[in-house]
């Protein structure tokens, strides 16, 4: 368990750029190899694969669903296209690393369930809101830390597959 007592606020459009993700419908949707992350708590997001190259971002990026699937919160790593249901999330200081991003999507999650469908955590809003996240003793985010902690995760949970495969 993480102590979050000395944890900060931020406002979340302080630290990101946000942008709504475009509608696109199955209708107008070609088959192909772009992932397309719509309002899924699943499948990193994704929801379908096109060939549709319009509206393309470019990772990293953490995608938010503000609409459905609330929070749901996953990054990305590889050029993607959103749903109008998709707010997608890019660092303003430095570059989103796949660690820094998998300390952020539970906080995003945790933060998206005091929307309900009626009232969806839309573009305005996120931005809007405050978040809580480690500081440095300059009490600015600290990404270092988050980035480590979940290095460290990570290295733990490869060392405990390993170990489980060589009983198998």
């Known amino acids: 368990m993480i102590d979050i007592s000395g ?22 949707m070609r088959d192909g190899e772009i992932p397309f992350i ?24 953490l995608t938010v669903c503000y609409n459905g699937s609330v929070g749901s919160a996953f990054f990305q790593d590889k050029p993607f296209a959103a749903s109008d249901d998709v707010n997608v999330l890019t660092l303003k200081d430095r570059l989103l690393t796949r660690e820094t991003a998998l300390f952020l999507a539970p906080i995003f999650r945790i933060y998206g369930r005091k929307y309900a469908y009626a009232d ?43 170990a489980l495969l060589r009983v198998v």
């Open 38 to 61: 719509g309002s899924s708590a699943v499948n990193n997001g994704v929801t379908a694969s096109i060939a549709n190259d319009e509206n393309i971002v470019q990772p990293p990026a």
């Open 7 to 28: 944890w900060g606020e931020f406002r979340i459009g302080d630290l990101f750029h946000v942008l709504k993700g475009k509608r696109l419908t199955k209708m107008q």
């Open 120 to 162: 969806k955590w839309r573009k305005e809003i996120m931005e809007q809101d405050m978040i809580k996240l480690p500081v440095t003793l300059l009490g600015e985010p600290d990404w270092d830390y988050m980035e480590s902690y979940m290095k460290q995760i990570m290295d733990r949970s490869e060392c405990a597959v390993s």
